[in-house]
T-cell receptor, first 110, second 116 residues
Framework: QKEVEQDPGPLSVPEGAIVSLNCTYS??????FMWYRQYSRKGPELLMY????GNKEDGRFTAQVDKSSKYISLFIRDSQPSDSATYLC??????????FGQGTELSVKP | GAGVSQSPRYKVAKRGQDVALRCDPI?????LFWYQQALGQGPEFLTY????????KSGLPSDRFFAERPEGSVSTLKIQRTQQEDSAVYLC??????????????FGEGSWLTVV
Protein backbone atom coordinates (compact mmCIF):
# COMPACT_ATOMS: atom_id res chain seq x y z
CA GLN A 1 0.00 0.00 0.00
CA LYS A 2 1.32 3.40 -0.98
CA GLU A 3 1.54 6.01 1.79
CA VAL A 4 -0.62 8.43 -0.19
CA GLU A 5 -3.34 7.02 -2.42
CA GLN A 6 -5.13 8.99 -5.12
CA ASP A 7 -7.71 7.98 -7.69
CA PRO A 8 -5.94 8.44 -11.04
CA GLY A 9 -9.10 9.20 -12.99
CA PRO A 10 -9.25 10.47 -15.68
CA LEU A 11 -12.03 12.82 -14.67
CA SER A 12 -14.01 14.78 -17.26
CA VAL A 13 -16.47 17.51 -16.29
CA PRO A 14 -18.34 20.29 -18.11
CA GLU A 15 -17.27 23.88 -17.67
CA GLY A 16 -18.75 25.43 -14.54
CA ALA A 17 -18.99 22.14 -12.64
CA ILE A 18 -17.75 21.64 -9.09
CA VAL A 19 -14.81 19.26 -9.04
CA SER A 20 -13.90 17.08 -6.07
CA LEU A 21 -10.46 15.48 -5.93
CA ASN A 22 -9.54 13.14 -3.10
CA CYS A 23 -6.62 11.36 -1.48
CA THR A 24 -6.09 9.15 1.52
CA TYR A 25 -2.93 8.86 3.59
CA SER A 26 -1.68 6.24 6.00
CA UNK A 27 1.02 7.95 8.09
CA UNK A 28 -0.41 10.30 10.70
CA UNK A 29 3.02 11.44 11.88
CA UNK A 30 3.11 14.29 9.38
CA UNK A 31 0.35 16.85 9.10
CA UNK A 32 1.43 19.03 6.17
CA PHE A 33 -0.55 18.50 3.00
CA MET A 34 -0.23 20.10 -0.40
CA TRP A 35 -2.08 20.12 -3.69
CA TYR A 36 -0.06 20.65 -6.84
CA ARG A 37 -1.24 21.26 -10.39
CA GLN A 38 0.81 19.89 -13.24
CA TYR A 39 0.19 20.88 -16.84
CA SER A 40 1.39 18.61 -19.61
CA ARG A 41 5.19 18.61 -19.91
CA LYS A 42 5.57 21.06 -17.04
CA GLY A 43 6.71 20.77 -13.45
CA PRO A 44 4.25 20.67 -10.54
CA GLU A 45 3.16 24.06 -9.21
CA LEU A 46 1.83 24.56 -5.70
CA LEU A 47 -1.90 25.31 -5.48
CA MET A 48 -2.79 24.87 -1.83
CA TYR A 49 -0.97 24.15 1.41
CA UNK A 50 -2.66 23.07 4.62
CA UNK A 51 -1.55 22.01 8.06
CA UNK A 52 -3.59 19.65 10.22
CA UNK A 53 -7.37 19.55 9.94
CA GLY A 54 -9.93 21.93 8.56
CA ASN A 55 -10.59 23.91 5.43
CA LYS A 56 -8.54 26.44 3.54
CA GLU A 57 -9.98 28.53 0.76
CA ASP A 58 -8.24 30.43 -2.01
CA GLY A 59 -10.47 31.84 -4.72
CA ARG A 60 -12.20 28.97 -6.50
CA PHE A 61 -10.13 26.37 -4.65
CA THR A 62 -10.82 24.81 -1.25
CA ALA A 63 -8.54 22.30 0.43
CA GLN A 64 -9.91 20.12 3.20
CA VAL A 65 -8.18 17.76 5.63
CA ASP A 66 -10.03 15.20 7.76
CA LYS A 67 -7.56 13.69 10.21
CA SER A 68 -10.06 11.25 11.66
CA SER A 69 -10.50 9.50 8.32
CA LYS A 70 -7.04 10.38 6.92
CA TYR A 71 -8.70 11.99 3.94
CA ILE A 72 -7.68 15.10 2.02
CA SER A 73 -9.74 16.82 -0.64
CA LEU A 74 -9.51 19.62 -3.15
CA PHE A 75 -12.66 21.29 -4.42
CA ILE A 76 -12.69 23.47 -7.52
CA ARG A 77 -15.73 25.68 -7.99
CA ASP A 78 -16.86 27.04 -11.37
CA SER A 79 -14.30 24.91 -13.17
CA GLN A 80 -12.71 26.35 -16.30
CA PRO A 81 -11.05 24.69 -19.32
CA SER A 82 -7.79 26.21 -18.08
CA ASP A 83 -8.11 24.00 -14.99
CA SER A 84 -7.50 20.95 -17.20
CA ALA A 85 -4.34 19.40 -15.78
CA THR A 86 -3.13 16.65 -13.50
CA TYR A 87 -3.69 17.34 -9.81
CA LEU A 88 -1.28 15.83 -7.31
CA CYS A 89 -1.83 15.57 -3.60
CA UNK A 90 1.26 15.38 -1.39
CA UNK A 91 2.11 14.87 2.25
CA UNK A 92 5.12 16.58 3.75
CA UNK A 93 7.43 14.06 5.39
CA UNK A 94 10.65 14.04 7.39
CA UNK A 95 13.39 16.30 6.11
CA UNK A 96 11.03 18.25 3.91
CA UNK A 97 10.56 15.58 1.28
CA UNK A 98 7.13 15.16 -0.24
CA UNK A 99 5.17 11.94 -0.66
CA PHE A 100 2.90 12.26 -3.68
CA GLY A 101 -0.23 10.50 -4.74
CA GLN A 102 -0.52 9.08 -8.24
CA GLY A 103 -2.21 12.20 -9.61
CA THR A 104 -5.69 12.71 -11.04
CA GLU A 105 -6.00 13.84 -14.64
CA LEU A 106 -8.80 16.41 -14.97
CA SER A 107 -10.38 17.59 -18.19
CA VAL A 108 -12.86 20.49 -18.17
CA LYS A 109 -14.88 20.61 -21.38
CA PRO A 110 -16.13 23.96 -22.71
CA GLY B 1 16.46 33.08 -14.22
CA ALA B 2 13.87 33.36 -11.50
CA GLY B 3 12.88 29.69 -11.34
CA VAL B 4 14.47 26.27 -11.07
CA SER B 5 16.22 25.48 -14.33
CA GLN B 6 16.91 21.98 -15.58
CA SER B 7 18.91 20.72 -18.52
CA PRO B 8 18.67 18.99 -20.83
CA ARG B 9 14.89 19.17 -21.14
CA TYR B 10 14.85 16.06 -23.28
CA LYS B 11 17.40 13.27 -23.51
CA VAL B 12 17.33 10.05 -25.48
CA ALA B 13 19.95 7.56 -24.32
CA LYS B 14 20.85 4.16 -25.60
CA ARG B 15 20.65 1.40 -23.05
CA GLY B 16 23.94 1.16 -21.22
CA GLN B 17 24.85 4.80 -21.79
CA ASP B 18 25.65 7.13 -18.89
CA VAL B 19 23.63 10.34 -18.55
CA ALA B 20 24.01 13.50 -16.47
CA LEU B 21 21.11 15.79 -15.64
CA ARG B 22 21.71 19.28 -14.33
CA CYS B 23 19.68 21.42 -11.95
CA ASP B 24 20.14 25.13 -11.28
CA PRO B 25 18.07 25.94 -8.19
CA ILE B 26 16.67 29.31 -7.32
CA UNK B 27 19.54 31.50 -6.15
CA UNK B 28 20.15 31.23 -2.41
CA UNK B 29 17.97 28.18 -1.88
CA UNK B 30 19.58 25.86 0.65
CA UNK B 31 17.40 22.80 0.04
CA LEU B 32 17.45 20.83 -3.19
CA PHE B 33 15.45 17.74 -4.04
CA TRP B 34 15.43 15.27 -6.92
CA TYR B 35 12.29 13.33 -7.82
CA GLN B 36 11.56 10.71 -10.47
CA GLN B 37 8.18 10.74 -12.19
CA ALA B 38 7.19 7.78 -14.34
CA LEU B 39 4.46 8.21 -16.95
CA GLY B 40 1.04 8.43 -15.31
CA GLN B 41 2.49 8.41 -11.80
CA GLY B 42 3.20 10.95 -9.12
CA PRO B 43 6.77 12.08 -8.42
CA GLU B 44 8.85 9.75 -6.24
CA PHE B 45 11.53 11.15 -3.94
CA LEU B 46 15.12 10.31 -4.87
CA THR B 47 17.47 12.44 -2.79
CA TYR B 48 17.81 15.64 -0.73
CA UNK B 49 20.63 18.14 -0.26
CA UNK B 50 20.97 20.83 2.35
CA UNK B 51 23.61 23.11 0.86
CA UNK B 52 26.36 20.72 -0.27
CA UNK B 53 25.47 17.94 2.17
CA UNK B 54 23.44 15.02 0.86
CA UNK B 55 21.26 14.34 3.88
CA UNK B 56 18.92 11.75 2.41
CA LYS B 57 19.52 9.42 -0.52
CA SER B 58 17.03 6.78 0.53
CA GLY B 59 15.03 7.07 -2.68
CA LEU B 60 17.83 6.36 -5.14
CA PRO B 61 16.71 3.10 -6.79
CA SER B 62 20.14 1.54 -7.29
CA ASP B 63 23.85 2.22 -7.08
CA ARG B 64 23.69 3.29 -10.73
CA PHE B 65 22.17 6.56 -9.52
CA PHE B 66 24.43 9.21 -8.06
CA ALA B 67 23.79 12.85 -7.19
CA GLU B 68 26.09 15.65 -6.14
CA ARG B 69 25.96 19.32 -5.23
CA PRO B 70 29.61 20.15 -4.58
CA GLU B 71 29.32 23.90 -4.01
CA GLY B 72 25.85 24.00 -2.55
CA SER B 73 24.18 25.44 -5.64
CA VAL B 74 24.07 23.53 -8.95
CA SER B 75 23.32 19.82 -8.67
CA THR B 76 23.88 16.94 -11.06
CA LEU B 77 22.04 13.64 -11.11
CA LYS B 78 24.06 10.96 -12.86
CA ILE B 79 22.68 7.65 -14.05
CA GLN B 80 25.19 5.02 -15.09
CA ARG B 81 24.51 2.18 -17.52
CA THR B 82 20.97 3.34 -18.19
CA GLN B 83 18.17 0.77 -18.39
CA GLN B 84 14.75 1.06 -20.00
CA GLU B 85 13.10 1.27 -16.59
CA ASP B 86 15.02 4.50 -15.99
CA SER B 87 12.83 6.24 -18.60
CA ALA B 88 11.01 8.94 -16.67
CA VAL B 89 10.88 12.65 -15.97
CA TYR B 90 13.49 13.74 -13.45
CA LEU B 91 12.29 16.73 -11.47
CA CYS B 92 14.45 19.03 -9.42
CA UNK B 93 12.99 21.22 -6.68
CA UNK B 94 14.47 23.79 -4.35
CA UNK B 95 13.45 25.63 -1.22
CA UNK B 96 14.78 28.50 0.85
CA UNK B 97 13.94 26.57 3.99
CA UNK B 98 14.77 23.25 5.56
CA UNK B 99 12.53 20.71 7.24
CA UNK B 100 8.77 20.68 6.72
CA UNK B 101 8.42 23.56 4.33
CA UNK B 102 6.16 22.23 1.63
CA UNK B 103 4.75 25.63 0.91
CA UNK B 104 8.13 26.93 -0.22
CA UNK B 105 9.23 24.15 -2.57
CA UNK B 106 9.50 25.12 -6.22
CA PHE B 107 9.85 22.61 -9.03
CA GLY B 108 11.65 22.84 -12.33
CA GLU B 109 10.05 21.66 -15.55
CA GLY B 110 11.96 18.40 -15.50
CA SER B 111 14.37 16.48 -17.67
CA TRP B 112 12.60 13.90 -19.83
CA LEU B 113 14.77 10.80 -20.18
CA THR B 114 13.95 8.09 -22.69
CA VAL B 115 16.16 5.02 -22.76
CA VAL B 116 15.99 3.03 -26.01
Amino acid sequence: QKEVEQDPGPLSVPEGAIVSLNCTYSNSAFQYFMWYRQYSRKGPELLMYTYSSGNKEDGRFTAQVDKSSKYISLFIRDSQPSDSATYLCAQGAQGGKLIFGQGTELSVKP
Amino acid sequence: GAGVSQSPRYKVAKRGQDVALRCDPISGHVSLFWYQQALGQGPEFLTYFQNEAQLDKSGLPSDRFFAERPEGSVSTLKIQRTQQEDSAVYLCASSSRTGNSGNTIYFGEGSWLTVV
